[in-house]
Structures are given as C-alpha cells and as structure tokens.
Nanobody, 119 residues
C-alpha cells in the first residue's frame, strides 16, 4: 500500500486548507491522519473507515476538521477550517486494518505534508 499526501502549505490563523492522500496498492479498512509538531510526539488527528460510515476526531480538532473519503478516487481528505497556530505540524496520512486511532494501529504511513499557520 502506498500513500501520497499533498495539500499542505502556509495559511493565516482562521484560514482553511484541505489535505489529500491518494491510496494505492490495496484497500484498507481504516484511513486517517496524524500530525507531529516540532519537538513533540506524533499525535492522532482523525480516522475514517474506507466506507466513510465511521469517523473519529481528536478533541483538539473536533468541530474544525472534517475527514472524508472518495472511494472512486481512493483518496482520503482532511478539510481543516478555522486553523490555529497550534495546528502547525507535519501531517501524515495513515492506513490500517482497523480505524487508525493510534500509531500502533497503523500499518502504512504516507510521507508528511507541512502545514504552517501564521498569526
């Protein structure tokens, strides 16, 4: 399974970005996003089942981020609205045989895409 993330960039606080992650090679049950800020551990952001029926969010992004999946394009998205300075991080897409709610549930990682939120 290969994961190709894109969509990161520089945005002002309060702005929006949409991350994309193209999945190829095989279908997995769970897809998701993690992030890692400088000097911090990688943390869970959100996950979704391949069917799109179930989603889970970290408390820090609830109400601001939306995860979705386009099965026809084999792509998972993370729509990020009302971005805050503390959202600055390297964002990684992930895939697993279960919902990817923790790093030990991830079987495949994509490369990171940088999100930088400025004041």
């Amino acid at each position: 399974v290969q994961l190709q993330a894109s969509g990161g960039g520089l945005v002002q606080a309060g702005g929006s970005l949409r991350l994309s992650c193209a999945v190829s090679g095989a279908r997995t049950f769970g897809l998701g996003w993690f992030r890692q800020a400088p000097g911090k551990e990688r943390e869970f952001v959100s996950t979704i089942t391949y069917s799109g029926a179930n989603t889970i969010y970290a408390d820090s992004v609830k109400g601001r981020f939306t995860i979705s999946v386009d099965n026809a394009k084999n792509t998972v998205y993370l729509q990020m609205n009302n971005l805050k300075l503390e959202d600055t991080a390297l964002y990684y897409c992930a895939a697993g045989r279960t919902l990817t709610t923790a790093q030990n549930r991830v079987n495949y990682w994509g490369q990171g895409t940088q999100v930088t939120v400025s004041s």
